[in-house]
T-cell receptor, first 112, second 113 residues
Framework: ETGVTQTPRHLVMGMTNKKSLKCEQHLGHNAMYWYKQSAKKPLELMFVYNFKEQTENNSVPSRFSPECPNSSHLFLHLHTLQPEDSALYLC???????????FGQGTRLTVV | DQQVKQNSPSLSVQEGRISILNCDYTNSMFDYFLWYKKYPAEGPTFLIS?????DKNEDGRFTVFLNKSAKHLSLHIVPSQPGDSAVYFC????????????FGSGTQLTVLP
């Protein structure tokens, strides 16, 4: 248990659906991240939030929409996804400026 | 182009022997390197790290070596145990104001009993 909780753990959605992934941490960290892990590929950083402000968007398609209402919660809103978006989506948090990150268990997303 | 590369997707080692996992990077501005371990159905967990000003860091059975001139780091696990079987990710920090981590694609380590 790393202190970063993601829900749901598994999600199957159709290409026309709208769903949201949730991430929660009560570690007092100020930075939160969304990563995508596709099979046999490196973890890809998608979004970075520092003190609730988005500081990085690594050319992520607009069908992925992050939201950070406070420093403890991070959402990833999904709409009109494609099958190639099927992957493990990992949330992480860290103290600002820290070298390491604590990861959640991930949401295994399947787009059908 | 991948800035952090783990060229071996898998490695099998006998229990009790040494496991050596390798990682190469291309960006000389990286200033901190980390190894994460990932079990199936779990997120990566931090294992060990090393600053770019050092060439070795040891923590129990785990030692990370950094060769800056070769832009290469390695993780040594000795003795290897079956519970070490997992995917190991190498990560590098920076450069840039966000100090983000760039990950390799991972190496699946299997320790055979």
């Amino acid at each position: 248990e790393t202190g970063v909780t993601q829900t749901p753990r598994h999600l199957v959605m159709g290409m026309t659906n709208k769903k949201s992934l949730k991430c929660e941490q009560h570690l007092g960290h100020n930075a939160m991240y969304w990563y995508k892990q596709s099979a046999k590929k490196p973890l890809e950083l998608m979004f970075v939030y520092n003190f609730k402000e988005q500081t990085e968007n690594n050319s992520v398609p607009s069908r992925f929409s992050p939201e950070c209402p406070n420093s403890s919660h991070l959402f990833l809103h999904l709409h009109t996804l494609q099958p190639e978006d099927s992957a493990l989506y990992l949330c992480a948090s860290s103290p600002t400026g820290s070298s390491g990150a604590f990861f959640g268990q991930g949401t295994r997303l399947t787009v059908v | 182009d991948q800035q952090v590369k783990q060229n071996s997707p898998s490695l099998s080692v006998q229990e009790g022997r040494i496991s050596i996992l390798n990682c190469d990077y291309t960006n000389s501005m990286f200033d901190y390197f980390l190894w994460y371990k990932k079990y199936p159905a779990e997120g990566p967990t931090f294992l060990i790290s090393i600053s770019s000003i050092k060439d070795k860091n040891e923590d129990g059975r785990f030692t990370v070596f950094l060769n800056k001139s070769a832009k290469h780091l390695s993780l040594h696990i000795v003795p290897s145990q079956p519970g070490d079987s997992a995917v190991y990710f190498c990560a590098a920090r920076g450069p840039g104001s966000a100090r983000q981590l760039t990950f390799g694609s991972g190496t699946q380590l299997t320790v055979l009993p």
